[in-house]
């Protein structure tokens, strides 16, 4: 058997209301950890950013893109319920993107291209990163289908998390979550200190 189908035949024998719950584990911690990245990088790429939308579009985009393949998963697989194990969840494919596209950054210095290129590739590999968080990633796939997550780990390493918080993983999205939210209304709280002063300097300026 296959390595791959070894994969397969593994998930369906650890078809587990376990394993079910640590599937959605993270998924909602993706768009908020894309927005996180985008603030801590705005200022960086300041010069080169003539569209912002652009930019929030395709880091954006990044964050969730790997997991448009549960849409073929769920409409035309039906071998499997898993999804990781596609080609858009090979933490190498998305390695190799981001490279492609830091060259390309280094390449084209002034060009704003790369700089949506190099978020969306960088958003998509930090997507691999928090999916291993609760679910098997296979970070050497095609070549091996070997799966590591940081559950994995912990049982080893600190067992009495994972048993005594078995949803800990949770936490960590939660963690993301509340971090985007705070940054969000941080921006939304400084844009109105802003418009304030300009309004309170337009209208200083207006009289005579
Ligand atoms: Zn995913």
Known sequence: MSPRNNV??????RG????????????????????????????K???????Y??????GLLGSVAPDFDYLYLELFDTRTWD????????????????????????SKPKSQSPVFAFMFTLNGFIHMILDSVPNPMYWLAPFSYR???????????????????????YSIEALIIVLALNLFLKRGIADTETAKNLRARNSGSSQP
């Open 8 to 13: 397969l035949k593994s998930f369906r024998q």
């Open 16 to 43: 587990s209301q376990n394993v079910f719950y640590r599937e959605f584990a993270i998924t909602y911690a993706h768009l908020p950890a894309g927005y996180i990245v985008g603030k801590l990088l705005s200022d």
């Open 45 to 51: 790429f300041e010069r080169r950013i003539k569209s």
């Open 53 to 58: 939308p652009l930019y929030w579009f395709w």
């Open 83 to 106: 999804h990781h194990y596609y080609l858009t969840h090979f933490p190498m494919f998305w390695a190799i993107l981001l490279f492609g596209s830091l060259l390309w950054l280094y």
């Open 147 to 169: 799966g590591f997550d940081v559950n994995l780990l912990l049982k080893k390493i600190a067992p009495w998390i994972v048993y005594d918080y078995p949803f800990w993983s």
